[in-house]
């Protein structure tokens, strides 16, 4: 066999490897370059790979780093089968439209202020196509070996978000297998990583190759800002990503209640894709920590706010109350009405729940800025900002290190690492190095690694 590192090499987005055996060629992972204009250009430079020798593509789990390409690989001309967890096809049935449907909404922006080089800038896809793309997703459970061509494939469960898989391909003698995004031990809500079986390779993600999370109990943070926030007499704003994030601040926010560590308040979820995903993670609660019954107690105490025109009326709220609004840095979506009404109150709490990137007006807030810019105008940031640690979904280098000592992997397994960042990179290959057998590298962007 062998692998072609088309994506998430030296960067963690992008993810498409090309796997290749005598006789078939399937696409693990086919995901969007996200972040800097350098990489975004990549989606629009096509995809070196044969549509016709294509047997099949299978997909990690449902981030749009790992499967936000496949609309353009769709209009391109593919229709044969895309494999995965029935979660991670509920989940892309939800975010590939919706990534359309913004690619629209910005070409229609760069249009209408001419900005960038374009007279008339295209989406890379529209809503349409993702919608049509979705036809090709085949469910396939954990565990079920399936075949394609001379290939056995497999997903084992890794954690980090529902349906996540690590994909496991055996053929021409070799096992090799593809980690996508590995979860956490010790999750709020998804189940620990499954250690893995013998391999010839893995690849391997680093996002977190050289930092290790926050011990601190994220429970006990959230629960010591919502009382600060009520004590101030003020509205706590969450901004929050969709998937994982949103799910798992609903199930803290009716735990710390329903064990009487904050107040009873009014909770809003206001985000129509977030409530489309809690609605698949209570489908799906077999394959987390959360009970039917948890799944339960989470939507009763949490109000969804569906419309444009019920998302208006919170403005007349009585305090307290707390929103968890789109998106989780602050770019866009619904929470921007609410800090533009907001955050020049010195009663807000802003609280930031994830990873800020530099340039986004969350990382600007947890800066302290003095103003944001919202919708062509500046606001007075006069509110608290807080940032939550440790709710990310994804294992550090030493979590990582204690699953590979788990699994059933020989000393003379190979390791290539992906989807890291270069100092994490370079962080992970030395820690495993100098803790574990395996021959560890660094894979790089286009190359060609035979098995």
């Known amino acids: 066999m062998k692998v072609t590192f088309l994506g998430g090499t030296e960067t963690v987005t992008g993810s498409k490897f090309l796997v290749s055996s005598q006789n078939t060629q399937v696409l693990v992972d086919c995901g969007l370059f996200q972040g800097y204009k350098w990489l975004r250009e990549r989606n629009w430079q096509g995809l070196s790979v044969d549509r016709q020798s294509l047997a099949a593509v299978i997909l990690t789990h449902a981030h749009l780093d790992h499967s936000g390409y496949l609309p353009v690989l769709y209009r391109e001309g593919y229709r044969g089968p895309v494999y995965c967890h029935p979660a991670t096809q509920a989940l892309c049935g939800v975010l590939l439209p919706d990534s359309g449907h913004l690619q629209e ?10 900005l960038g080089k374009h007279a008339h800038p295209e989406p890379l896809y529209d809503s349409a ?5 979705l036809a090709l997703l085949k469910p396939v459970e954990f565990e079920q070996v399936f075949s394609v061509g001379d290939m056995k494939i497999s997903l084992h469960p890794v954690g980090h978000i529902l349906g996540a898989a690590c994909v496991i391909i055996e053929a021409e003698g070799k096992r090799i297998g593809f980690s996508g995004d590995v979860g956490r031990p010790d999750d709020l809500f998804m189940l620990p990583p499954k250690p893995l079986p013998e391999l010839d390779l893995l690849m391997l993600e680093s996002t977190y190759g050289n930092r290790r999370h926050d011990k601190t109990d994220p429970c006990e943070q959230l629960g010591e800002v919502v009382n600060e926030t009520v004590s101030g007499g003020g509205v706590l704003l969450i901004p929050s990503f969709a998937v994982g994030r949103a799910q798992v601040l609903q199930h803290m926010l009716a735990t710390l209640m329903a064990d009487h560590r904050i107040p009873k308040m009014p ?35 949490v109000k969804y706010v569906e419309s444009v025109k019920a998302s208006q009326a919170l403005s007349n709220q009585v305090y307290p109350h ?28 802003v609280l930031l729940t994830g990873y800020q990137a530099g340039g986004t007006r969350g990382a600007k807030m947890q800066q302290g800025v003095d103003s944001v810019k919202i919708h062509g105008e500046w606001v ?72």
């Open 322 to 349: 707390i929103i968890i609004a789109g998106s989780g840095m602050v770019s866009g979506g619904r929470i921007l009405h609410h800090l533009k009404r907001l955050l020049s109150n010195h009663r807000t709490t």
């Open 105 to 114: 909404e910005d070409a229609r922006f760069y249009s209408r202020h001419r």
């Open 380 to 451: 007075k940031n006069r509110a608290r900002i807080r940032t939550l640690h440790g709710l990310s979904g994804h294992g550090d280098f030493v979590d990582i290190g204690h699953w590979l000592e788990a699994s059933a992997l020989k000393p003379d397994t190979r390791i290539q690492l992906v989807h890291g960042e270069p100092e994490a990179l370079e962080g992970m290959r030395d820690h495993l190095r100098r803790t574990l057998p395996f021959s560890v590298e660094v894979a790089g962007y286009r190359h060609i690694l035979s098995v």
């Open 267 to 301: 909770v809003y979820l206001d985000s129509p894709m977030a409530i489309d995903v809690s609605d698949i993670y209570c489908q799906f609660h077999a394959i987390h920590r959360l009970s039917a019954a948890d799944c339960r107690r989470m939507c009763r105490t």
């Open 129 to 133: 196509t993702a919608e049509r793309c």
